[in-house]
């Protein structure tokens, strides 16, 4: 994926089509993957990446960023927070609510 020529139908057909994206326009996509290993009964991450990608109104690549496992323990997190007037349908949040239901999905076919 080149920025400034790859668009997103060139994302679509090379890695397939994303469930995150950003809202209202779309225009930041995330790519989650996850590869897990069991050792001694118990399931070990061996990689967690997120690609983030990012179009300009065109839809052409303006931005691509890869977070691995090792970036994820380098964020800080800003101790103070905001209250909610109502839903947030942030890119985030639909991020982490994926993430969950993924995990949550993952425990009701193990105790099954």
Same mark, same amino acid.
């Given at each position: 994926?080149?920025? #400034?020529?790859?668009? @997103?139908?060139?994302?679509? !057909?090379?890695?397939? *089509?994303?469930?995150?994206? %950003?809202?209202?326009?779309?225009?930041?996509?995330?790519?989650? %993957?996850?590869? %897990? *290993? @069991?050792?001694? #009964?118990? $399931? $070990?991450?061996? +990689?967690?990446?997120?690609?983030?990608? %990012?179009?300009?109104? +065109? #839809?052409?690549?303006? /931005?691509? @960023?890869?977070?691995?496992?090792?970036? &994820?323990?380098?964020?800080? &997190?800003?101790?103070?927070?905001?209250?909610? /007037? #109502?839903?947030?349908?942030? &890119?985030? @949040?639909?991020?982490? /609510?994926?993430?969950? $239901? +993924?995990? !949550?999905?993952?425990?009701?076919?193990?105790?099954?």
């Amino acid at each position: 994926m080149l920025v #400034g020529a790859t668009n @997103k139908n060139d994302v679509v !057909q090379s890695i397939g *089509q994303t469930i995150l994206k %950003e809202q209202p326009n779309e225009n930041i996509w995330a790519y989650i %993957e996850t590869v %897990e *290993q @069991k050792k001694f #009964g118990k $399931k $070990k991450i061996i +990689r967690n990446t997120l690609l983030i990608l %990012e179009f300009d109104s +065109r #839809g052409v690549l303006k /931005s691509k @960023k890869i977070l691995n496992k090792n970036d &994820f323990n380098k964020i800080k &997190f800003d101790e103070a927070s905001t209250v909610s /007037s #109502g839903l947030n349908n942030s &890119f985030s @949040k639909r991020i982490f /609510s994926s993430i969950r $239901k +993924r995990a !949550q999905n993952k425990l009701d076919t193990i105790t099954k």
